[in-house]
């Protein structure tokens, strides 16, 4: 073979060479199929009842409403091949138990038996839940990272998660929040009970029509607002880091022997 015909075969081998690399990437590329099932579930309960729910990822929604029934609304969703679309749908597993004074949800994702199926996977899944529920109702949530929000719920919340905005509306009740980024809006709330929130890298803002007989927030690496109406009393009691900050619209009135700086706030208020 000529030294020309030569050069020409190694130019088409690496042109191949090429392609035979950009061939997942173009796959990759390639529209995914998208797919959801529906269906509901429906619970008579007696007033004063708990919710319990637990979903990985997707979304935990709660209304409360004039009704005696939860109704579970629940959708599964996935985006990618025919073939993982089949076996996803199989797979994923929304469990329910119930009685006069309890139902639980529990959402159980697939996992494939394969060390290193991770990397082969090109696609993405959730389940969302739409529950309408009783007002009179006490809801326990653990999550990773759904969308958390609950709405005219008059009883105690108790809300655990990782990577979840959460938003509490016109709500009734004690409240306790454990989570770690994203932010927390609490709206139009009225505190019956303890306030506890823990957090950790999220911004968290309350708006409270009343507050109850403790309040307790903690936050690491993020800001937190707490609005009240002007007529509030409050014993004061703020410990900062190196880097925090504190800021009051109410005068508070230092008690005798305690710290006044940015990191270190003791008085109190009305």
Request: hydrophobic letters at 35%.
């Amino acid at each position: 073979m000529h030294s020309k015909d030569m050069r020409i075969a190694g130019f088409i081998l690496v042109v191949i060479g090429v392609l035979a690399l950009a061939a997942p990437r173009l796959k990759s590329l390639a529209p995914n199929n998208e797919s959801s099932e529906k269906f509901q579930r429906s619970f008579n309960v007696a007033s004063g009842a708990t919710l319990n729910v637990d979903n990985y990822k997707g979304t935990i929604h709660v209304t409360g409403s004039d009704t005696s029934q939860i109704t579970v609304d629940v959708t599964k969703k996935f985006e990618g091949s025919e073939a993982d679309r089949k076996w996803w749908m199989e797979n994923v597993q929304v469990n329910f138990h119930n009685d006069d004074h309890h139902v639980s949800v529990e959402v159980k994702y697939p996992n494939r038996d394969c060390v290193f199926c991770f990397q082969f996977r090109d696609f993405s899944d959730e389940v969302d839940l739409e529950i309408h529920a009783p007002k009179q109702m006490n809801v326990k949530l653990e999550s990773y990272k759904p969308d958390i929000q609950i709405s005219s719920i008059q009883g105690d919340i108790k809300i655990q998660s990782y990577k979840s905005p959460i938003t509490l509306d016109s709500t009734t009740g004690a409240v306790s929040i454990d989570t770690y980024k994203d932010e927390i809006k609490l709206r139009n709330v009225n505190v019956h009970g303890p306030l506890e929130v823990k957090s950790y890298k999220a911004d968290v803002e309350i708006e409270a029509r009343s507050l109850g007989v403790n309040v307790t927030i903690e936050s690491g690496k993020g800001s937190t607002v707490l609005r009240v109406p002007q007529n509030t009393g409050l014993d004061v009691d703020f410990e900062g880091g190196r880097r925090s900050t504190f800021h009051s619209d109410f005068a508070i009135a230092a008690k005798t022997g305690s710290i006044n700086s940015e990191s270190s706030v003791r008085g109190t208020i009305n």
